[in-house]
């Protein structure tokens, strides 16, 4: 494992193998006491980005958090959320007032010296302009895009239920229809808050929001009665409008899957989330009391092909 920061481009690297990260960022400071000396080893790149992270103390002007993951893998063992919720999302706090970008791509630099492994991750800290466009991706087509629905106060706690069932309620342009689902594919995002609730930890909101939002765009592929009495339960609503919501084929454009599968208490839900291979989520207040998201979803092609 190779860490390094510098504070005068304003980024933190890791470069590491898959096992490696999946460790390091997994246990919080206090496991190190109950770790063998390799893990306790690993442990410090999750306080080397805490640290980093404390250090650059708040964004401010036109700039945002932006992280970036490297790997030769095209399906990841993690999540986008992970490089954010295995840190620790408090920490990103001040660097995410005004939004947080991510990028999943598929080349890392060469480490100083050899691994031991192929299976290679870089992870990237940084910072990017709102101005500037997307470092590895670019859109190749526009699919849908909406404006101001209303969506329930966003929270650390909020369930992704509560905004795939605002987004599919709610009228959608639907630009393109794609013959198969997309091998990849973008986000753009902003959240107008109510200047009220004052600052907003974007990477707080970031699972619940993103598991939503792209669960709007599948329909689920499975036995759907048990699945809707739950969710229609959370949400308060009628079963049968949830099942039909649910299976409804004229907004997937990201394809069919079991989106929603049972657990011994609620429902999970499991969209194609690994495909969001660029996002990026801002965040305003407005003078209103309602919480407000626009955004679009395009298909997306390498800035560098092969």
């Not at 898959?18 to 390799?38: D, M, T, W, Y």
């Not at 002007?61 to 992280?67: M, N, Q």
């Not at 890392?108 to 299976?119: E, F, I, R, V, W």
């Amino acid at each position: 494992m190779y860490l390094h920061h510098h504070h005068l481009t304003r980024q933190s690297n890791i470069l590491c193998s898959h096992q490696e990260i999946n460790v390091s960022l997994r246990f919080g400071p206090r496991a190190c006491f109950r770790l063998s000396r390799k893990e306790g080893i690993l442990i410090y790149a999750r306080t080397f980005v805490m640290a980093y992270m404390h250090s650059l103390k708040t964004l401010t002007g036109s700039f945002t958090l932006f992280v970036e993951h490297h790997s030769s893998q095209t399906r990841s063992g993690m999540s986008k959320t992970s490089y954010f919720y295995n840190v620790g999302t408090s920490y990103f706090a001040p660097l995410a007032r005004r939004g947080v970008r991510f990028e999943r791509a598929f080349s890392y630099p060469s480490p100083p010296q050899p691994l031991g492994t192929q299976n290679i991750a870089y992870h990237r800290y940084t910072t990017a302009s709102l101005d500037e466009e997307f470092a590895y991706w670019k859109s190749s087509q526009l699919l849908a895009r909406w404006t101001n629905i209303e969506i329930p106060r966003l929270s650390a706690s909020s369930k992704p239920a509560s905004i795939w069932h605002r987004m599919v309620a709610s009228p959608m342009e639907i630009v393109a229809r794609p013959e198969v689902p997309p091998p990849r594919f973008g986000l753009t995002v902003t959240i107008a808050a109510p200047a009220s609730v004052g600052t907003v930890n974007t990477v707080d909101v970031l699972k619940p929001l993103i598991d939503g939002l792209v669960s709007s765009f599948q329909a689920h592929d499975g036995e759907p009665d048990e699945v809707s009495r739950r969710i229609a339960t959370e949400l308060g609503i009628d079963r049968q409008t949830v099942a039909s919501l649910l299976c409804q084929r004229d907004r997937a454009l990201l394809g069919a899957r079991q989106l929603v599968v049972l657990r011994a208490q609620g429902v999970t839900w499991q969209p194609n989330d690994h495909l969001l291979l660029a996002a990026e989520v801002r965040v305003h207040t407005h003078p209103g009391t309602q919480w407000l998201v626009s955004g679009a979803l395009f298909e997306i092609a390498s800035r560098f092909p092969r």
